[in-house]
T-cell receptor, first 114, second 110 residues
Framework: GAGVSQSPRYKVTKRGQDVALRCDPI?????LYWYRQALGQGPEFLTY????????KSGLPNDRFSAERPEGSISTLTIQRTEQRDSAMYRC????????????FGPGTRLTVT | GIQVEQSPPDLILQEGANSTLRCNFS?????LQWFHQNPWGQLINLFY???GTKQNGRLSATTVATERYSLLYISSSQTTDSGVYFC????????????FGTGTRLKVLA
């Protein structure tokens, strides 16, 4: 079946603009996670959802970052007033379990802020 | 917070060689996954292994949760094994996020 998909795959934006990154999890997966990966490092947790409820947003760097999953399926990560330090790969993962479980990652969105 | 350290940080092998990658974690974990990030950036699931031993072809993994480490074995390495290997641990306690290790960068030479 189809895996986790993310769009856009690449996004170049100017500093100060808002961006919205989309994640479409594997069908039937109940939990959805967002991570950020800097070059040469492992993914870093941002936030996650069980169904439509945001369970943990402790990894969001500041209040310019927000995420939603209104219908318990597709999720959007929004970054307002982007800064150059926001440039990174943003990854989404989904899982069949609400309490941990094996995570499956999407291809990521490469964000570049100029 | 929990520390997840992987060793070695870098590894160069000749095709056909075997290797062992290690993941040490500083606290009890509920779950552990191994991933391979290929040169194109894809994160590929290798093992979901909170404890015990699993094998998949040339790869196998062992997690000894009580001693807080996991090992990934690669036998008869191939050039397609090149990339970065990450372990990730999930600590539970009301939140189920994964913490990734520092990674092992592997290059297999033909």
């Amino acid at each position: 079946g189809a895996g986790v998909s993310q769009s856009p795959r690449y996004k170049v934006t100017k500093r100060g603009q808002d961006v919205a990154l989309r994640c479409d999890p594997i069908s039937g997966h109940v939990s959805l996670y967002w991570y950020r990966q800097a070059l040469g490092q492992g993914p870093e947790f941002l936030t996650y959802f069980n169904y439509e409820a945001q369970q943990d947003k402790s990894g969001l760097p500041n209040d310019r970052f927000s995420a939603e999953r209104p219908e318990g399926s597709i999720s959007t990560l929004t970054i307002q007033r982007t800064e150059q330090r926001d440039s990174a790969m943003y990854r989404c993962a989904s899982s069949t379990m609400t309490s941990g479980g094996e995570q499956y990652f999407g291809p990521g969105t490469r964000l570049t802020v100029t | 917070g929990i520390q997840v350290e992987q060793s070695p940080p870098d590894l160069i092998l000749q095709e056909g060689a075997n290797s062992t990658l290690r993941c040490n974690f500083s606290d009890s974990v509920n779950n552990l996954q191994w991933f391979h990030q290929n040169p194109w950036g894809q994160l590929i699931n290798l093992f979901y292994i909170p404890s015990g031993t699993k094998q998949n072809g040339r790869l196998s993994a062992t997690t000894v949760a009580t001693e807080r480490y996991s090992l990934l074995y690669i036998s008869s390495s191939q050039t397609t094994d090149s990339g970065v290997y990450f372990c990730a641990v999930e600590i539970g306690s009301g939140t189920y996020k994964y913490i990734f290790g520092t990674g092992t960068r592997l290059k297999v030479l033909a």
